[in-house]
């Protein structure tokens, strides 16, 4: 969907778990996508230096968010925002709801 204005599909499905998760590391993005990390690891790169993404060391791992300073950061998200309304069904649940904290002991599955 945004793949012919950010040039590839890679990005636009970096730039939507940033929208819906806040933050990631390269790892986490490349087996949510099941996608080379070399791959993720580029647009990473190409996503900071262009000052959309910013990063952050935490221990080892490299830790990546939407550069809330960007200038047109609020119109990104706007966009993202849009563009999400027009994915599959699903599709949103599939990638993006993860389970942050532990299951409660004892109860069921």
Do not use: H, W
């Amino acid at each position: 969907m945004l793949k012919p204005i950010f040039g590839n599909d890679v990005v636009e499905k970096i730039l939507f778990y940033m929208y819906y998760c806040k933050k990631a590391y390269a790892s986490k993005l490349a087996n949510v996508y099941d996608i080379r990390i070399n791959g993720i690891q580029q647009q990473l790169t190409r996503l900071e230096q262009g000052g959309i993404l910013v990063s952050v060391l935490v221990g080892r791992t490299r830790m990546y968010e939407l550069n809330p300073r960007y200038p047109f950061a609020k119109e990104l998200i706007i966009l993202i925002k849009k563009a999400s309304e027009f994915l599959p069904e699903g599709y949103a649940d599939k990638y993006y709801m993860e389970r942050n904290r532990p299951r409660q002991k004892g109860k069921p599955l």
